[in-house]
T-cell receptor, first 114, second 114 residues
Framework: EPEVTQTPSHQVTQMGQEVILRCVPISNHLYFYWYRQILGQKVEFLVSFYNNEISEKSEIFDDQFSVERPDGSNFTLKIRSTKLEDSAMYFC????????????FGNGTRLTVT | AQSVTQLDSHVSVSEGTPVLLRCNYSSSYSPSLFWYVQHPNKGLQLLLKYTSAATLVKGINGFEAEFKKSETSFHLTKPSAHMSDAAEYFCVVSGPSSASKIIFGSGTRLSIRP
């Protein structure tokens, strides 16, 4: 069964550094998402992406965040200048359509900012 | 506006006994509802979904959930718990469109006693 893959599984970075989290969505899916889960807290929506542009974003997704689909298969989340509070599990997801289709999630990237 | 409430942060049952994980939702339109499971150090896996068809939904691994509009509930059940069911379970509500309307509950940690 096709699945969403995320790399790396764990990323450690120093405060102020840029990180890029990578995702390969399911190949025939059209909608792509990033969620994050701070340890012990809820899963929070960050951004959705369709037709090569952001379709929705949350208040968490400020100017330090950006997303890109550089080559038709990868979907990346960039954090320009990481802060300690960016430490979290970041999940990529994809779906075939936006309405009522379940999201298929990757296994996540654990980001630790020191 | 939509919201979802998981009434128990932690449920512990003995192996072989029934499981009940409670979820109540609030939505101004007909919602789609999902249950996801997250095993330790793993991604979010779809257990089952309700999208306005049959109110009793069967999912993977013997889980099922019943949509009760009158009670605004979508509780997850399983007749007989297995040790491998120990995980975090998330109830998720989605509106008719837009990824930002996909709201996660706070999660219920299910523990299984031998």
């Amino acid at each position: 069964e096709p699945e969403v893959t995320q790399t790396p599984s764990h990323q450690v970075t120093q405060m102020g550094q840029e990180v890029i989290l990578r995702c390969v969505p399911i190949s025939n899916h059209l909608y792509f998402y990033w969620y994050r889960q701070i340890l012990g807290q809820k899963v929070e929506f960050l951004v959705s992406f369709y037709n090569n542009e952001i379709s929705e974003k949350s208040e968490i997704f400020d100017d330090q965040f950006s997303v890109e689909r550089p080559d038709g298969s990868n979907f990346t989340l960039k954090i320009r200048s990481t802060k300690l509070e960016d430490s979290a599990m970041y999940f990529c997801a994809s779906s075939s359509t936006a309405n009522n289709s379940p999201l298929h999630f990757g296994n996540g990237t654990r980001l630790t900012v020191t | 506006a939509q919201s979802v409430t998981q009434l128990d942060s932690h449920v512990s049952v003995s192996e072989g006994t029934p499981v009940l994980l409670r979820c109540n939702y609030s939505s101004s339109y007909s919602p789609s509802l999902f249950w996801y499971v997250q095993h330790p150090n793993k991604g979010l896996q779809l257990l089952l979904k309700y999208t306005s068809a049959a109110t009793l939904v069967k999912g993977i691994n013997g889980f099922e959930a019943e949509f009760k509009k009158s009670e605004t509930s979508f509780h997850l059940t399983k007749p007989s718990a297995h040790m491998s069911d120990a995980a975090e379970y998330f109830c998720v509500v989605s509106g008719p469109s837009s990824a930002s309307k996909i709201i996660f509950g706070s999660g219920t940690r299910l523990s299984i006693r031998p």
